[in-house]
């Protein structure tokens, strides 16, 4: 008597259209993060130009001589010890 081997079923039997599938969601979700990565590098460089603007704007550059606000202290309202400023 001859034995009949069982057919074998084989795992992982895959097709074509699931690689399809797979393939295009890679492709995309990779498409996808350049998209991102490219929108951000653009809204980075909007955001430097925006501060450095307004810093141009807040800090102007000096015009001429710079004289304080506040008149320096005469000789007889001032009295200095240099011996107060070492540290020992």
Do not use: C
């Given at each position: 008597?001859t034995?009949?081997?069982?057919?074998?079923?084989?795992?992982?039997?895959?097709?074509?259209w699931?690689?399809?599938f797979?393939?295009?969601?890679?492709?995309?979700?990779?498409?996808?993060?350049?998209?991102?990565?490219?929108?951000y590098?653009?809204?980075?460089?909007?955001?430097?130009?925006?501060i450095?603007?307004?810093?141009?704007?807040?800090?102007?550059?000096?015009?001429?001589?710079?004289?304080p606000l506040?008149?320096?202290?005469?000789?007889?309202?001032?009295?200095?010890?240099?011996?107060?400023?070492?540290?020992?």
């Open positions: 008597m034995k009949l081997k069982p057919s074998r079923q084989r795992h992982q039997v895959k097709s074509r699931y690689y399809i797979w393939g295009t969601a890679t492709l995309s979700v990779f498409v996808g993060q350049i998209y991102v990565g490219s929108g590098r653009q809204m980075s460089k909007a955001f430097n130009r925006i450095d603007t307004t810093l141009k704007v807040i800090e102007p550059r000096p015009r001429g001589y710079y004289a506040v008149p320096p202290p005469q000789s007889g309202d001032f009295t200095f010890n240099e011996q107060e400023m070492v540290i020992k």
